[in-house]
């Protein structure tokens, strides 16, 4: 507790002397809470999804403190020089307390410290950052398949444009997103791995129009390090995974390495390609009304040739999400945003995996034999949350476990609203129902059924001290999770 309060101290001296130093637009945030539960466990929807930062054990008191520097509004329609570049800041900072946080879990959390500048459209920005990669409804997904906001973020370099930007030549026909990042895996049980990123979209008519399309990938690849565990073992080079330059650019590619083994790697980087990758393909038609948008999501995970093949199909998550744009109305309620999902994760090119194939099957989603737990940061899995870590499943589930993700053959449904009163809160109901089938090589004696929910009201206390206070009700019942029922509150300022 003492490292708490002195943090907090510094937190605020520092934001005050950046005050006083910038006539820019600071923003701060300080929110306290706690989560409730007579259960062992805090339910899914109280905890998937929000970065990491809520422990898997309960109860727990929370407290949240943010500062941040967005770019100014540009004003200058002109475009003139000087108004192309800016920059702008961001950190948060989030202290649990409670009886039954996990030993090796940490109390005090930075999921986010880092800068960005802007110059015209293209943003570089360093540090970690909240982000999710992909095609869909970013506010109320279940999760985005290959990368979503279930993990702590971790620091990285990328440089990117973070809107559509429009080709003049093509008379603003066509418009593209493209990033590109390296990363670091800091703090985690194997030292000294690295995350390559990228990704390009590619939007098909002009802003003016009410129909558009949009297709494009993304793509990650862990990559690197060393562990202990390794040592001996013909994974690694006495427990290292390559590290060259010219390892990078294989993996950048996907594209084999020119050896099956060297004094580099050995034969399963040779064989396999360098790296854990995992990405998807997204494609999304969207209806641009003046009252309303619609946009219908599909994004096809892959890992391997046989995914980037479309061997794997229908797996992938598949959404429609509706934003009401009508002005406030006469009506006490109004439905602001409607979100349905449906995942599926059965086929992975088939049950068995074949070195000798074409197209190797087996995919084990999340999986990998050199990285021990998987597409996972700090035991968090990065990607959709219904494919979970076998410490997040009931007892009698994870006793059976034969890898770090034993569950992921999944089909799941996913529903989520949000609508405000006129004069009350701002609604948010999420509800999920899932078939688990665990994996080809371990697959359960029988279907594992899960159910859970959560519903939400936010009550403005004073708009003019934008103070708002949450409240959150919680519930698990099923087979995956222990059965679980738990709450959530908090009191939020923002000046």
């Known amino acids: 507790m003492p490292r708490l309060f002195l943090f907090i101290g510094i937190f605020w001296i520092t934001s005050a002397q ?3 130093q910038s006539a820019r637009r600071i923003q701060y945030t300080s929110e306290l809470g706690g989560y409730a539960t007579p259960n062992a466990q805090i339910p899914y929807w109280l905890r998937a999804n929000q ?3 809520v422990p898997i054990r309960g109860s727990l008191g929370t407290l949240r403190l ?5 770019y100014r509004p540009r004003t200058d329609t002109t475009a003139k020089r000087t108004s192309r570049f800016d920059w702008g800041f961001g950190v948060s900072a989030v202290a649990n307390v409670g009886p039954r946080l996990v030993e090796n879990e940490s109390t005090l959390l930075l999921p986010e410290a880092y800068g960005k500048v802007r110059f015209g459209k293209v943003e570089l920005f360093a540090g970690n950052r ?3 990669y992909g095609l869909g409804d970013t506010v109320l997904t279940s999760g985005f ?4 906001g279930n993990a702590l973020p971790f620091p990285k370099i990328q440089l990117h444009t973070p809107d559509f930007v429009s080709l003049g030549f093509t008379k603003h026909l066509l418009a593209f997103r493209a990033g590109y990042a390296h990363g670091w895996f800091t703090n985690t049980y194997i030292q000294g791995s690295y995350l390559h990123q990228k990704y390009l979209y590619v939007r098909l008519g002009k802003p003016s129009w009410k129909v558009r399309f949009v297709a494009g990938l993304n793509h990650q690849v862990q990559w690197g390090g060393h562990a202990a565990y390794l040592i001996g073992k013909p994974l690694a080079i006495d427990g290292h ?6 390892d990078y650019l294989s993996l950048v590619i996907g594209h084999y390495p020119d050896a099956i083994e060297n004094d580099r790697f050995t034969e399963f980087d040779g064989t396999n390609r360098v790296g854990n990758h995992i990405g998807s393909y997204d494609v999304a038609v969207e209806w641009n009304g003046a009252d309303n948008y619609w946009q219908l999501y599909h994004q096809h995970i892959y890992e391997d040739a046989s995914g980037l093949a479309l061997q794997n199909v229908p797996d ?3 959404g429609l999400r509706f934003l009401n744009r009508k002005g406030s109305s006469g009506s006490r309620f109004r439905l602001n ?3 349905v999902e449906w995942l599926s994760t059965t086929n992975q090119s088939g049950p068995t995996f074949d070195q000798t194939a074409r197209w190797q099957g087996g995919d084990n989603y999340f999986n990998h034999s050199q990285y021990v737990e998987g597409w996972s940061y700090k035991g968090r899995t990065l990607g959709t949350p219904f494919i979970a870590p076998y410490t997040d499943l009931a007892p009698d589930v994870a006793s059976t476990a034969g890898s770090f993700y034993p569950n992921n053959r999944v089909v799941a449904w996913y529903s989520a609203a949000e609508g405000t009163f006129r004069r009350g809160p701002v609604l948010k109901t999420q509800l999920s129902y899932s078939r688990n089938f665990g994996t080809f090589s371990k697959p359960y004696p029988q279907v594992l059924h899960q159910f859970s929910t959560l519903a939400s009201a936010q009550w403005s206390l004073s708009q003019r001290a934008r103070l708002t206070l949450t409240t959150s009700l919680a519930l698990d019942r099923g087979d995956m999770y222990p059965d679980s029922f738990g709450s959530f509150i908090s009191i939020r300022k923002v000046w």
Do not use: C, H, K
């Not at 398949?145 to 979503?148: T, Y």
């Not at 995974?241 to 010219?246: D, H, I």
């Open 316 to 318: 992938g998550l598949t």
């Open 241 to 246: 995974l390559p590290t060259s330059f010219q």
């Open 51 to 53: 970065y990491g930062i």
């Open 66 to 70: 943010s500062m941040n520097s967005d």
């Open 145 to 148: 398949v290959a990368w979503s």
């Open 18 to 20: 950046l005050w006083a």
């Open 337 to 339: 945003r409607l979100v």
């Open 130 to 132: 909240r982000e999710v």
